[in-house]
């Protein structure tokens, strides 16, 4: 299918420096039209968990994967599967609570972040706070109901990117209404 | 052989996308009842044959025949449902929906920012592609085999 014939030049990738800056002027504006960094979070949030809703389907197209049987199954998924696919890089599953529901993964470089530079006065930005929404999206439509979170940044002088995410509940699906 | 429908669900059982080729005998009642009868029989099925099995099943219900026709069902872990009603001579189709999922459906709808992902289909694009692909299939000749 077309599929196929749009592979060999490969439109979908794009230069990593382009889209370093792309995403660095989205967040730029951001801060320029809420001028809060807790608002921006949430924006920032907001439009990742619109792009994981949507890029979950392609995920499962590509990767033409089952379901996970239990939650380290999806960790280990998320980790060498999806971020390998989406961002080119393996981030390091560490850090399980001993209830096997929580876990964090350990970034050593980060894509987004790699020009960018802090101005003090901006603490509680989460810069890819973006990163955050895609993964709760995309867990939402694989009925997950998941938290997640940045812990460490390395952009606020931490030694290393931590994102934290904490599996709440398995969504059931709809069921149909009742017959009339 | 022969193809006769084509079911699209979301997760909360609205119909995306319904497509006929060969259906001659027209039904009584509305599509919409149509289309709830299908998603609650798929949703009682689904959990019927998951609660039978002998043991945790990953990908439980497949296809069921009757006399006259075969439903084919294929459902992605993000719950979408995708159904095609066959003749009885066609195989495995699982292949053919998990195609239609992924080179049709996640090409021309989910990467359309216009297409909004809990409505009906209204893209023309997608609709020809689906046409295109379910003609070109061999199960779809009819007029070859038809006695």
């Known amino acids: 299918m077309s599929r196929q014939a749009n592979r060999a030049g490969d439109p979908r990738k794009v230069n990593g420096e382009l889209f370093t800056l792309t995403y660095g002027a989205l967040v730029a504006q951001l801060i320029k039209d809420y001028e809060n960094d807790e608002q921006v979070n949430k924006q920032l949030d907001k439009m990742g968990y619109n792009m994981g809703v949507r890029l979950i389907e392609d995920f499962l197209a590509r990767a033409n994967m089952g379901r996970c049987n239990d939650f380290r199954e999806t960790a280990d998924v998320i980790a060498k599967v999806a971020f390998k696919m989406y961002l080119g890089l393996t981030p390091v599953v560490s850090n399980w609570s001993a209830a096997g529901d929580e876990f964090s993964l350990l970034l050593e470089s980060n894509p987004l972040t790699e020009f960018v530079e802090l101005p003090s006065g901006h603490n509680n930005l989460n810069y890819s706070n973006l990163m955050c929404g895609v993964l709760r999206g995309a867990l939402e439509m694989v009925q997950m109901d998941v938290d997640v979170r940045f812990v460490q940044d390395t952009l606020k002088g931490d030694n290393i990117t931590e994102i934290r995410l904490k599996f709440n509940k398995r969504l059931e699906d709809a069921v149909p209404v009742g017959e009339d | ?147």
């Open chain 2, 1 to 147: 052989m022969t193809i006769f429908t084509f079911y699209l669900f979301d997760r909360n059982g609205t119909c995306l996308y319904y497509a006929e080729w060969n259906r001659k005998k027209q039904l009584t009642m509305s599509k919409d009842e149509e289309f709830k009868l299908m998603y609650g029989m798929l949703f009682s099925i689904k959990s019927f044959a998951s609660r039978l099995s002998p043991t945790d099943m990953k990908e439980g219900f497949l296809n069921f025949t009757t006399s006259k026709y075969k439903l084919h069902f294929f459902e992605t872990p993000s719950g979408l449902k995708l159904i095609l009603n066959t003749d009885l001579s066609v195989g495995n189709m699982k292949d053919v929906l998990q195609q239609i999922f992924s080179s049709i459906y996640v090409e021309y709808v989910v990467k359309n920012p216009l297409c909004q992902l809990d409505q009906p289909i209204t893209s023309e694009l997608f609709k020809y592609k689906l046409d295109e692909y379910v003609k070109s299939l061999s199960a779809f000749q009819t007029s070859k085999t038809a006695s």
